[in-house]
């Protein structure tokens, strides 16, 4: 008909089933962000279990990481759970598998030390720690570190302007490192109880590159020793001369005149991480005592234990040295806690 017009109809929208449909995109939205952040938190847990992360810098940085990855994962699990059960469980569940898979595997051949053991006359008392170059509190640390009555101390960033003070404390007994031509080598340093022989520089690195090796000469026992400081990977070139030296030790092993073996240095990098020493001969220490850190950001995180930590002060044994009474101490002035810890011989 001419001139007729369609009616208009108004459709009207209560305020609550706007509100309604809003806060369902606000959800949709949240639940799509929480699981994106547990997929990526899932797959940086999975780093150290992929050969590809030893290749890259970033990656490999980042697995380090691994410990405090999964705890973050089960803190997103919380706030998943509420928003959905299923997908919270879920991702709960392969958190806990990932990271079991790739770490709690280190204690799976942890022996209790039995009494025998522990009474057998050779037994050497060991504290390593990394002291900082510029440490203004050094001197504090290291008579902290004395009175402890080690047998064997492995200093490291031991700055060589400190000289007087590393020959005040070791007081006529065996060292290595105050040489007048080549003092502290990479900033390391011994103070022993016993004598020290067979010591070789081996020259890995153009500059600041090198490990010690050398034989503790201990009561009708003998002890190689294979200590090292790889740079810390601030930059990829200081990552790679890192990878260098710590690949450096496989042979060194190999080259050892005696079955009682230690390796010790700090490493800049966990044991997770797929640049870590790995060789059939030696365990480290990690895998024979309970978790323990050895770097904290800062000094207000040492409370915090491992929650804010990473182990990268590390100690490799033979089959035939065991650890024992394994601890760890603050250092004032340094951002490393000392190892402390007992090993003893097995004929």
């Not at 007081?171 to 020290?196: C, E, H, Q």
């Not at 050895?294 to 990473?310: D, N």
């Amino acid at each position: 008909m001419l001139g007729y017009k369609r009616p208009k109809f108004l459709i009207f929208v209560s305020p609550e089933l706007k509100f309604s449909y809003v806060d369902t995109r606000l959800g949709d939205a949240l639940l799509f962000i929480l699981l994106l952040i547990e997929l990526i938190l899932l797959a940086l847990i999975l780093l150290p279990l992929v050969a590809l992360s030893g290749d890259y810098y970033l990656l490999d940085l980042l697995s380090n990481f691994q410990l405090h990855f999964f705890i973050l994962a089960l803190f997103f699990c919380i706030p998943l759970l509420l928003k959905s059960v299923k997908l919270g469980v879920l991702s709960a569940f392969l958190s806990i598998i990932i990271f079991a898979s790739s770490h709690l595997w280190w204690f799976s051949n942890k022996v209790p030390l039995s009494s025998g053991y522990l009474d057998t006359p050779h037994k050497l008392h060991i504290v390593q720690a990394n002291l900082s170059y510029y440490n203004p509190l050094l001197r504090t640390a290291v008579e902290e570190l004395i009175e402890l009555g080690a047998d064997l101390y492995l200093f490291y960033e031991f700055n060589r302007k400190q000289k007087p003070l590393f020959v005040e404390i070791a007081d006529k007994r065996y060292t290595f490192g105050d040489d007048d031509y080549d003092s502290f080598p990479d900033g390391m340093g011994i103070i022993s109880k016993y004598p020290l022989s067979n010591i070789k520089k081996h020259k890995i690195l153009p500059i600041k590159g090198s490990v010690i090796t050398l034989t503790l000469q201990l009561p009708n026992q003998k002890l190689d020793l294979i200590l090292l400081h790889p740079p810390s990977p601030r930059s990829p070139d200081k990552w790679q001369k890192r990878n260098v030296l710590l690949g450096s030790v496989q042979p060194l092993v190999e080259l050892a005149s005696s079955k009682h073996i230690l390796v010790a240095g700090d490493f800049n990098t966990t044991p997770w991480s797929n640049h870590f020493p790995h060789h059939h001969q030696i365990t480290p220490c990690y895998q024979q005592t309970d978790m323990y850190v050895s770097w904290h950001a800062s000094k207000y995180l040492h409370p915090y234990g491992w929650l804010t930590g990473l182990p990268i002060d590390h100690c490799l044994t033979s089959k035939s040295v065991k650890v024992y009474q394994f601890k760890t101490h603050s250092l004032p002035g340094s951002d490393h806690l000392a190892l402390d810890y007992k090993i003893f011989l097995i004929d």
